[in-house]
T-cell receptor, first 116, second 114 residues
Framework: AQTVTQSQPEMSVQEAETVTLSCTYD???????LFWYKQPPSRQMILVIR??????QNATENRFSVNFQKAAKSFSLKISDSQLGDTAMYFC?????????????FGSGTRLLVRP | GAVVSQHPSRVICKSGTSVKIECRSL??????MFWYRQFPKQSLMLMAT?????????EQGVEKDKFLINHASLTLSTLTVTSAHPEDSSFYIC??????????FGSGTRLTVV
């Protein structure tokens, strides 16, 4: 069974600075997707970034980028130029390809506070 | 595009009654929808996978008779919490997969059982 681990329950960063959130996962699968989701105080889940396991190039979305290390089973999220609106819970998630259920497996989350 | 609408956003019910939560895909067809439960300051726990036209697939430990799921059309899935008790109080979230490898989430329902 797949597991996703986020070892940082809480993180804090000064506005405009850079922060990295950690995520590791355990799987014997070779084909899968990894995601970072953001859940602000409104509790609406918002997709931040997605990475296909077969792609070596790290995904980037504006201020958000990942460091995907497949061999190490690590998938960290870097937020550059942090903004107050980045304050939220961040969840790392795993989806196995070839599984007809397409279930998402979530980590326990990291609460990020951006300080003004 | 790819919007999932979830209603109600908040509901308070008396212990022993049943509550229905709706999840609709507004601009796409969803053969599969997912129902999650989230406790305060915790992660999302998958409860069940809702399949259009067939029975839902429940995760281990989730009571099928307590949490009834119906997915009668390609745009609507419902979760009914039957004979609700205070321990069923939680935040429930649905999601659907409009893209092959993408998910859209509803805005969630806060259920309080008194």
């Amino acid at each position: 069974a797949q597991t996703v681990t986020q070892s940082q329950p809480e993180m804090s960063v000064q506005e405009a600075e850079t922060v990295t959130l950690s995520c590791t996962y355990d799987t014997s699968e070779n084909n899968y997707y990894l995601f970072w989701y953001k859940q602000p105080p409104s509790r609406q889940m918002i997709l931040v970034i997605r990475q296909e396991a077969y792609k070596q190039q790290n995904a980037t979305e504006n201020r958000f980028s990942v460091n995907f290390q497949k061999a190490a089973k690590s998938f960290s999220l870097k937020i550059s130029d942090s903004q107050l609106g980045d304050t939220a819970m961040y969840f790392c998630a795993f989806m196995k390809l070839g599984d007809s259920s397409y279930k998402l497996i979530f980590g326990s989350g990291t609460r990020l506070l951006v300080r003004p | 595009g790819a919007v999932v609408s979830q209603h109600p956003s908040r509901v308070i019910c008396k212990s022993g009654t049943s509550v229905k939560i709706e999840c609709r895909s507004l601009d796409f067809q969803a053969t599969t929808m997912f129902w999650y439960r989230q406790f305060p300051k915790q992660s999302l726990m998958l409860m069940a996978t809702s399949n259009e036209g067939s029975k839902a697939t429940y995760e281990q430990g989730v009571e099928k008779d307590k949490f009834l799921i119906n997915h009668a059309s390609l745009t609507l899935s419902t979760l009914t919490v039957t004979s609700a008790h205070p321990e069923d109080s939680s935040f429930y979230i649905c999601s659907a997969r409009p893209l092959l490898y993408g998910y859209t989430f509803g805005s969630g329902t806060r259920l309080t059982v008194v």
